[in-house]
């Protein structure tokens, strides 16, 4: 999949669209996108907190894909297959180019379905990691480690973001979590959750201190405070922002040092809901 997300850069840039809806802590995403020559994909993102007091994940809806030729529907898709490895290989592709090659601890922030996702992605690209996943919930990480044998629960962490190569947050924070001071020379810092203008998981520190890049520039920047707040304060400049992946064909999507601490935002667009779409029906022999 991440080969595929990497592969649908080089075609025309996408047209995509995102609009949100909110009741209190309840919010419905739609993201629309339009590539030429590949297809039209609608998913709806439904995340709310309290879904699992009622037996249902947090995160719900559906995608749609259209012909790109006559514009009618080709395939209903399942919403958690698509955003499962959608998610996944977005952070993957971003680490595979970010991250150090040797890099092998890794470390998990948060113990929900997308921190599950990301133990796979990662144990796929980085053969042979170690894997360490700290929660608010102690309980909740340990359910999680309970899943994949050889994770380790961690309590403490910042020892556990220090002791990291690689650090993936995956949670609904609206204060940041990792914070700049605790990051050391050479590692990759993979943000996923925040998707709100209110929510982000780094602090200015840790802005300040990497080399940032997002998987698309225009939303990621523009409605996800992860980067609108430290933006907003001048902590950051858009030029801060060194690429996106439509940069990839350019190489400029890169690590430059090993020394460097390296920052990816997974803003999670449509266009990518729409290149895992076509990737998907392919797989399956249905395109």
Partial sequence: MAKALEAGHHLPRAEAEVS????????AITLSAWIDGLGLAVKSAHVFP????????NINGGVYFYDDRTGALKAVL????????????????GALRLARPESRRVLIVGAGVVARSMVEAYGAGFPGCEFAVWNRSVEGAERLAAEYPGVEVVTDLEAAVRWADIVSCATLAKEP??????LRPGQHID???AFLPDMREADDEAMRRARVFVDIRGDTMENIGELT?????????????????YD?????????????????KNGGGG????????????????T
Avoid: Q
Wanted: charged letters at 25%; hydrophobic letters at 45%.
């Fill in 20 to 27: 949100y809806l909110t009741r209190g802590e309840d919010t």
């Fill in 50 to 57: 309290g879904a699992p007091e009622h037996g249902a994940p």
């Fill in 78 to 93: 399942d919403f958690h297959l698509v955003t499962k490895w959608k998610t996944a290989a977005d952070s993957l592709l």
């Fill in 177 to 182: 979590l990792i914070k700049g001071e605790w």
């Fill in 191 to 193: 943000l996923i959750g």
């Fill in 229 to 245: 707040i430290p933006l907003s304060r001048g902590v950051i400049s858009e030029a801060d922002v060194l690429a996106d992946f």
């Fill in 248 to 264: 990839l064909p350019k190489g400029i999507f890169r690590r430059e040092s090993d020394e460097e601490i390296t920052l990816f």
């Fill in 271 to 286: 266009h990518l809901d729409l290149m895992a779409c076509a990737h998907i029906l392919e797989v399956c022999g249905a």
